[in-house]
T-cell receptor, first 110, second 116 residues
Framework: DAKTTQPPSMDCAEGRAANLPCNHSTISGNEYVYWYRQIHSQGPQYIIH???NNETNEMASLIITEDRKSSTLILPHATLRDTAVYYCIVMRSSNYKLTFGKGTLLTVNP | NAGVTQTPKFQVLKTGQSMTLQCAQDMNHEYMSWYRQDPGMGLRLIHY???????DQGEVPNGYNVSRSTTEDFPLRLLSAAPSQTSVYFC???????????????FGPGTRLTVT
């Protein structure tokens, strides 16, 4: 599975959009981009995933560049409860094994 | 649905003791796995199972055993606890994936284990 690169930390003001970047320049054609988050030592929580098209759900939007070498997770209106470590993971659809890096610690400030 | 449940939530062991961490899911998921998370680190895969009767090793399997006799349960056994196994343990489950579709994994709340 392709490796990912994320900034170690980011800050965001409450109510503003949080844009979390992820680089995955070695991604293969059959690999999905997943985003999970972990709020203060709780179990990780699935957010969203995509293959090549942009995706949106009730939690977030995922923007994948046309060459698929990078992506951005967008939390449109960040709240204090969105403070968490966000993990970008690239994985084949047939592979169950999530490989977690250190992720990005997003801190939402009042 | 209760989702993925783990027991106990906290456990303190002495070096050399054995114990079993319990994990259960009520979503009829085929895939289950165990991860450990050390302070300041991401999760690392210990063992996983793609269905009842089938298990395989992950990234850090040494010192742990698993079995999968039912779809619902996937216990993790520590054979002889060591201080290096002090960690937070997470269980996860997922629907079976196939080549054309991918599914999210659901994680339990974790078991915080301290080995003294």
């Amino acid at each position: 599975d392709a490796k990912t690169t994320q900034p170690p930390s980011m800050d965001c003001a409450e109510g503003r959009a949080a844009n979390l970047p992820c680089n995955h320049s070695t991604i293969s054609g059959n690999e999905y981009v997943y985003w999970y988050r972990q709020i203060h030592s709780q179990g990780p929580q699935y957010i969203i995933h995509g293959l090549k098209n942009n995706e949106t759900n009730e939690m977030a939007s995922l923007i994948i560049t046309e060459d698929r070498k990078s992506s951005t997770l967008i939390l449109p209106h960040a709240t204090l409860r969105d403070t968490a470590v966000y993990y970008c993971i690239v994985m084949r659809s047939s592979n169950y094994k999530l490989t977690f890096g250190k992720g990005t610690l997003l801190t939402v400030n009042p | 649905n209760a989702g993925v449940t783990q027991t106990p939530k906290f456990q303190v062991l002495k070096t050399g003791q054995s114990m079993t961490l319990q994990c259960a899911q009520d979503m009829n998921h085929e895939y289950m796995s165990w991860y450990r998370q050390d302070p300041g680190m991401g999760l690392r895969l210990i063992h996983y199972s793609v269905g009842a009767g089938i298990t395989d090793q992950g990234e850090v399997p040494n010192g742990y055993n698993v079995s999968r006799s039912t779809t619902e349960d996937f216990p993790l056994r520590l054979l002889s606890a060591a201080p290096s196994q002090t960690s937070v343990y997470f269980c996860a489950s997922s629907s079976q994936v196939n080549r054309d579709t991918s599914y999210e994994q659901y994680f339990g709340p974790g078991t915080r284990l301290t080995v003294t």
